[in-house]
């Protein structure tokens, strides 16, 4: 038996216990997930075909986890132009297992209903909640610890400043001069104007050799 789901745009053949790689959905790994578009349904004695879609039919799977496929190198380019465009692609995809097919609210592989997994997530809710509940009856221990990490953080901005304040003092001062330099030779009479930073003590040579 198999049938044949929509997902992303794309086609897909899926049969029970199959691993299948679509395209990334937003859902956790471990949670169940319901394709409703489903195109064909084929079993050994008969097949279902949708208009487009087949009535009361769902196909479901189980995220598995997250992962990317292949690189993909794209490259764009115009002859005698100059012009490369060199451009890498990995498309972001959700593993999936299916689990069950399931047409008009009876599963086609046991012929029962399906089962529902949504209970198993409402206890971990609750679960979740009472263990919030349970840390916020006793938050003594933990607020001790926001505090140090502030007056350690205040106290590595403050040596960061004072760091940053011996450097500039440390550092020598600059001016901007201009120097003028003759090129050439007797016949070649033409002027170079050079700018360049020098320290406070070379100030008086510069001008001396602009003068000269």
Partial sequence: ?????????RQYKVAVGQTLEVNRLLVEDGAQVKFEEVLLISDVDRSMVGTPLVDNAVVLATATRQSRGEKLIVFKYKPKKRQRHRRGHRQELTVLTIDDIVANGIS????????????????????????TETEAET??????????????????????????????TARPRRARVVRVVRVGQRNNKSWHIKRAWVAPAMV?????????
Avoid: H, N, W
């Fill in 204 to 212: 008086g040579i510069a001008t001396l050799k602009c003068l000269v």
């Fill in 139 to 168: 938050p003594a221990a933990e607020t001790e610890k926001p505090k140090q990490y502030q007056k350690c953080r205040l106290r590595r901005r403050l040596l960061a400043v004072a760091a940053q304040r011996r450097l500039r």
């Fill in 1 to 9: 038996m198999f049938a044949v789901i929509k997902s992303g745009g």
């Fill in 108 to 131: 086609l592989i046991t012929g029962e209903a399906p089962q529902d997994r949504q209970a198993p997530i409402e206890e971990e809710v609750a679960a979740l909640e009472a263990v």
